[in-house]
């Protein structure tokens, strides 16, 4: 990246959200500073003063890059999404959101509950031009390197109309945010078969405008489920029910795989002693099949990151990653763009379909 | 088993289904008979007579319980169900199906065209007594034993009455072919949360007729998508874009993993030597995640087993062992008193609530 490209970014820290708080979430914001080399990054730690500063102390490197913003009001990670809203003003969550939007900062990062962090995020920061519905993009290792599905549970239906617009938010976060310097970003909408008349009405209208709307992006067609590990597209696009169960279910499974190794790597003094042979290629496996640990919700006017709720530093880092690239991106110009391609096209396409509405 | 529940049963096999035909039909049919132990079984064998012959002349022990029937008419891969229909009738697939109306086979298995496979047999059998629509039940190894997924694909929509139905299904199918006597055998709905209030309507519908529908089944609540590997529940219901969405997922995922193994240990001449001792748990490892070859099509007037396509002998065998148990069962009595006692209850239910429709 040429130096132009350079710039100072200041991030907005939920410091007490997820299982841990402060030691992992001041933590990660260390490992991230020395991650993220492309830009000067500043923190606002939002939440209870003396445990964030009880970790600062131990953390000469950060301190500089960091004011603390004292609150001792957190929301709790099983509230409901109604009730934060109403009772979570002046929380570390509520307060890291609206840093973003008037407090100077450029992005947020919270492991809190994700459906307050989605409902208190829409409140404060409303969607962005033209787009229906927030969604949630988790990014997934692959056979081939990453890709980027959404919804991953923002939602519980999604029509035609909003299932485009979470194609075109998720393209312009995986170039944001993924993409190598000239890597074609496919997109792909999840359905049941490839051929052009299997699935949900929805999905198959979707499909046609994806073709026809005018949109700048590399739509690809269908995918199935076993698309995703296979890296087929770098975006996977679906309803957020559907996505979520996908979400859960290939981290199920992935856990499930992970337990029955372990266990057959102790099973016998044979392959304990494989297992200790073969450890340097297995703790890279591991590492390299270990989903980054945050998901934008995209889709509002400014740069929300969901971190997860119970991950280590390492993955809170990956998140505070995420939200800094996207947030030095042209994602929000080009998801505007590409809104503008597709109104253009759908009205001009009005008069003669009666498909596309 | 005691020995009164011992049967004669008579299964008609589509020889020529799937990516390899006799060679891997027939070879399935001579392992099922040594894992079959419980009854007497006995296979109508139809597809081209002398490739079939070809197979048998070298299994002695099989030859004596099958009988062939021949035709050489075959339904492609990649032909389309409406058109399968059409044409179908004298297939291989066709005459499976047809011999478990009126050709004295308890039961039916094909590793041919899924679509083609539910069009025929949906148009022979028909549907059982007060069901919808058909559900594909996928068996599925977990951290507990095994767990059943449906509706895997059948259908692309689902509402909240069939859902129901599918639940009923699944626990019958459930404790005909996987459970251990005494087991509980408890249905989940596959949501996006366990909280009553969340999801889409038909699945709270469906949850409350569980509830309260005066079913004989045990229902244990919403589920989620990593609530399939865990086995907290033994049958996960869901409609069939989010369940067949979900099934390839967690394949792609498995298999995904296994590749990273593989090459993990292959990658440095110690982590290959250390596989090499630890083979023999690693082996074990693999024959424990692999999902059993056969998932039946049920609601149907007859036993239909879907093979997979691609399987090897050992997972057609699986496939036709299913079939067997499921034939000898009690299943089909039990799903019919299931949805008699659910008509009740709707019927008696009906003028004080308006949501169960």
């Not at 301190?63 to 809203?85: F, L, N, S």
């Not at 617009?165 to 970003?185: K, N, R």
Request: proline share 4%; hydrophobic share 45%.
């Amino acid at each position: 990246m040429p130096d132009s490209n350079r710039r100072s970014l200041t991030l907005s820290i939920d410091a007490m959200g997820g299982d841990h708080g402060p030691p992992v979430t001041v933590a990660g914001a260390e490992i991230a500073l020395g991650r993220v080399a492309a830009h000067d990054l500043r923190f606002q730690l939002h939440g209870d003063e003396a445990a964030i500063e009880a970790e600062l102390a131990r953390r000469p490197k950060l301190r500089p890059v960091v004011t603390v913003h004292h609150t001792d009001k957190v929301i709790g990670g099983e509230e409901k999404a109604a009730q934060a809203v109403r009772r979570g003003k002046g929380s570390s969550l509520w307060n890291a959101i609206e840093a973003t939007r008037s407090g100077g900062a450029d992005a947020a990062v919270s492991g809190g509950n994700t459906g307050a962090l989605m409902a208190i995020s829409k409140l404060i920061l409303r969607m962005a031009g033209g787009l229906d519905r927030p969604a949630l993009a988790a990014s997934w290792p692959t056979l081939r390197g990453i890709s980027v599905l959404l919804d991953a549970g923002a939602n519980i239906e999604s029509d035609a109309a909003q299932l485009v617009q979470f194609a075109i938010m998720g393209e312009a976060f995986y170039c944001a945010v993924h993409a190598e310097p000239g890597q074609t970003v496919r997109v792909g909408l999840m359905n049941v078969g490839s051929e052009d008349e299997k699935g949900r009405d929805e999905v198959r209208e979707a499909a046609a405008i994806l073709k026809d709307g005018g949109i700048d992006l590399h739509y690809h067609g269908f995918v199935e489920g076993d698309d995703i590990a296979k890296g087929t597209v770098e975006v996977i696009v679906t309803d957020g029910f559907t996505g979520n169960v996908a979400l859960k279910t290939g981290e199920g499974v992935a856990r499930f795989f992970a337990a029955e190794l372990r266990e057959a790597l102790t099973s016998t003094p044979l392959s304990t002693a494989g297992a200790l042979l073969a450890k340097g290629a297995l703790d890279r496996m591991r590492a390299r099949l270990e989903p980054p640990g945050g998901a934008p919700l995209l889709g509002l006017n400014g740069v929300v990151v969901k971190a997860h709720g119970g991950g280590a530093a390492h993955s809170f880092a990956d998140a505070i990653k995420i939200a800094a690239d996207l947030a030095a991106s042209d994602y929000a110009a080009k998801t505007a763009a590409n809104m503008q391609r597709l109104t253009a096209a759908l009205t001009a396409a009005e008069p003669a379909s009666e498909t596309i509405q």
